[in-house]
């Protein structure tokens, strides 16, 4: 059974990077029809859709962030990463990692992330 570990720093400066990890066990990265998304919940507001990397390696991002972030994945390690630049206390958040399988989809606990000084 999939499972998804999201890790990262909880505190983070503005117009700093934020990296993100999602660890994911129990199934491939690179299975066929998969997709691994990134997903947030900023505080007292809906989630939003970041963007996610299918299984073949493709990328697609929302359009209000595709400027300042990146998907990317190390197979080897069965990992999906979340870069995102010039941070600001508006991307303050739980970021919660994503797998869209054939059948459903499966959620890690998140965690989370401030933008403060």
């Known amino acids: 059974q999939v499972q998804l570990q999201e890790s990262g720093p909880g505190l983070v400066k503005p117009s700093q990077t934020l990296s993100l990890i999602c660890t994911v066990s129990?199934?491939?990265?690179?299975?066929?029809?998969?997709?691994w998304a990134w997903i947030r919940q900023p505080p007292g507001k809906g989630l939003e859709w970041i963007g996610l990397?299918?299984?073949?390696?493709?990328?697609y991002y929302s359009p209000s962030l595709k400027s300042r972030t990146s998907i990317s994945r190390d197979n080897a390690k069965n990992t999906v990463y979340l870069q995102m630049n010039s941070l600001k206390p508006e991307d303050t958040a739980v970021y919660y990692c994503?797998?869209?399988?054939?059948?459903?989809?499966?959620w890690g606990q998140g965690t989370q992330v401030t933008v403060s000084s």
């Open positions: 994503n797998a869209q399988l054939v059948l459903r989809d499966v």
């Open positions: 129990g199934g491939s990265i690179t299975t066929s029809s998969h997709a």
């Open positions: 990397i299918g299984y073949d390696g493709r990328t």
